[in-house]
């Protein structure tokens, strides 16, 4: 309670220091629940305007070949179509890139949640030397070269180092990928019945009368929680043990974190390691109940499916497209 006075301080400076830029309205579609913004990066359209230059220039990896764009395509839904993304001179990492919308409703990010706020995200990649194969030093003397970025990034956030400044910067544009205008939200959301037809909302029936929705749940479909779904009966045969990389507990071998479905007929491959290739795959497995495993979740079941609810269930999963936005510009 002592600080509270401070707080109150710091935050009436933080708050009279970007009296300047005025702030930026996210788009938050129809429906879906407010947000909680983080005090020291709240969006400005010149924060998001320079993440998003940011975001797809190459000036953040080692040999200027790479940005975060190679990877991430919005018309894919911001992921890849690929197993593996390469990064940097082809090298390859072990996971499958994820899509990068409505990042504002995760709590944690990457598979296995080793990562707790977007700001903090973005020098995983710059890093990683699979991926960018760079260093926050190194960036930060290219952006003190630039002719523009230098005094961008300080104007928008006026003292403040260029590290803090340009992941601050990218997590805001990411901030702003918000996707919810396809056929189910329309149906669901804003309540047009003919937005869907029939054999949609039988598919909409199917994900919960089937339980995926147990896990799958929310205007991203995800609980957010980490889940071994029984994938594999040993998940060492490719080094990837999921959530135990970042607790160390063998409680938590095969544990990813549940994936958004948004736009997912547009981000196959399937799975963190990219190894299903369709829709009808990722169905079939999940019917199959999948393989044994101690710490697979009691709410994976095996569950017959004709030939008819199989199409139905994908034609739902389809209908979470929003063409809108995979279609808009960068
Ligand atoms: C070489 C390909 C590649 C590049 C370049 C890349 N990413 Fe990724 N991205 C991935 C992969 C693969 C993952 C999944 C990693 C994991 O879960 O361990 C990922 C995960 C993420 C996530 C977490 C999403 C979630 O829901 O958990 C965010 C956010 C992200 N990337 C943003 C970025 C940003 C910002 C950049 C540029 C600074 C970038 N990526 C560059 C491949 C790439
Ligand atoms: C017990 C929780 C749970 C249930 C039930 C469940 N899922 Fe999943 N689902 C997950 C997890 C966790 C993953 C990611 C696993 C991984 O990458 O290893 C996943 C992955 C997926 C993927 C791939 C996503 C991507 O981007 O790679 C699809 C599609 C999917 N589930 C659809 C369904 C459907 C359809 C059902 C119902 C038939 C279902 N799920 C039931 C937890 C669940």
């Keep these: 309670m002592r600080y509270l006075p401070l707080l109150f301080l710091s935050l009436l400076l933080l708050s009279s220091c970007q009296k300047e830029e005025k702030s930026y309205a996210l788009d938050l579609p129809p429906g879906f629940p407010e947000v909680d913004l983080p005090e020291d990066n709240l969006p400005t359209p010149l924060r998001v305007e320079l993440g998003k230059r940011l975001f797809f220039d190459p000036i953040l990896s080692r040999d200027s070949s790479i940005s975060c764009g190679s990877c991430h395509f919005r018309r894919l839904g911001f992921a890849d179509d690929k197993v593996i993304s390469p990064g940097i001179e082809g090298r390859l990492g072990f996971r499958n890139a994820p899509i990068l919308t409505n990042l504002i409703y995760r709590e944690n990010f990457f598979f296995d949640g080793g990562v707790p706020n977007l700001e903090l995200q973005v020098v995983a990649p710059v890093e990683d030397e699979n991926e960018m194969d760079f260093h926050l030093g190194g960036v930060v003397e290219r952006l003190?070269?630039?002719?523009?970025?230098?005094?961008?990034?300080?104007?928008?956030?006026?003292?403040?180092?260029?590290?803090?400044?340009?992941?601050?910067?990218?997590?805001?544009?990411?901030?702003?990928?918000?996707?919810?205008?396809?056929?189910?939200?329309?149906?669901?959301?804003?309540?047009?019945?003919?937005?869907?037809?029939?054999?949609?909302?039988?598919?909409?029936?199917?994900?919960?009368?089937?339980?995926?929705?147990?896990?799958?749940?929310?205007?991203?479909f995800s609980n957010e929680e980490f889940i071994n779904i029984g994938l594999y009966a040993d998940y060492d045969y490719n080094g990837d043990s999921g959530r135990r990389r970042v607790t160390a507990l063998d409680s938590d071998i095969g544990?990813?974190?549940?994936?958004?479905?948004?736009?997912?007929?547009?981000?196959?491959?399937?799975?963190?390691?990219?190894?299903?290739?369709?829709?009808?795959?990722?169905?079939?497995f999940f019917a199959s109940g999948g393989e044994a495993h101690f710490n697979k979740s009691p709410q994976m079941q095996a569950f017959a499916l004709s030939a008819q609810e199989k199409a139905d269930l994908i034609a739902f999963l389809e209908s979470l497209t929003d063409w809108e936005f995979v279609q808009g510009t960068d």
């Design 144 to 220: 003190a070269r630039h002719p523009e970025y230098a005094a961008l990034l300080e104007k928008a956030y006026p003292g403040k180092p260029l590290t803090f400044a340009f992941t601050r910067a990218i997590a805001s544009y990411e901030r702003t990928l918000l996707t919810g205008q396809s056929a189910f939200d329309r149906y669901y959301y804003q309540g047009d019945s003919n937005a869907l037809d029939s054999q949609e909302k039988r598919g909409w029936q199917l994900f919960q009368d089937k339980g995926c929705r147990d896990c799958h749940s929310g205007p991203n």
């Design 255 to 284: 544990k990813f974190k549940v994936p958004s479905l948004r736009n997912i007929a547009l981000t196959a491959p399937y799975m963190h390691d990219g190894s299903m290739q369709s829709l009808e795959e990722v169905v079939d």
